[in-house]
């Protein structure tokens, strides 16, 4: 391997680090409860190079979900041909749903679960949140060829696969059994996407 290939590697595992330090320490103890000093600390780094992989402190919990900003945007850029951008997501987002990706929101995972309280619980997180889904909006509608009804088709599909994942997170939350909501999980999806395969061209 080259040396700018062990060097991005090294990178890579230095993120993946003091993210999970961090997340373990905010599970354990609150997001506010902890200091950026008490994070550098745990993960053996000072604190400016801490706020060289993270500007901000909440970026050390939405580093973990940072591979699905551009998720939505490389299912449709590689989708079959003749396949429209929602069909491709619709079938993305089922397939997550029998694999119980936490990213659908059925997964009853105790670790998982307890990462969602913290990330949908939390203020600032909630805040910092609508940067990545900006971010995935934004990726997504260069993928269907950007103007203004990229956007809005990108914003639509973005919104329904957020939407959806809540529910089924916040009703897992509730004590509700993964088998029990992933048949309405499943029908949900097929409603939803199957409403947008009817809109305007942009989606298609």
Known sequence: MSETGLRERKKRRMYETVSETAIELFLEKGFDAVSVA???AAAEISKPTLFRYFPAKEDLVLHRIADHETESARVVAGRAE??????ALRAHFLAGLARRDP?????DHPRVLAFHRLLYGTPS?????????ERSEEALAEVLG???DARVAAAQLVAVRRVLAMENWRRIERGERVEEVERDAVAAAERAFG???RTPAALH
């Open 82 to 87: 003749g396949e429209s951008a929602v069909g």
């Open 125 to 133: 997180l909630v805040a910092r949140m609508y940067g990545h889904l």
């Open 146 to 148: 950007g103007g203004l």
């Open 195 to 197: 409403r947008l395969e």
């Open 103 to 107: 990213v659908t929101g059925l997964n």
């Open 38 to 40: 008490e994070i550098a």
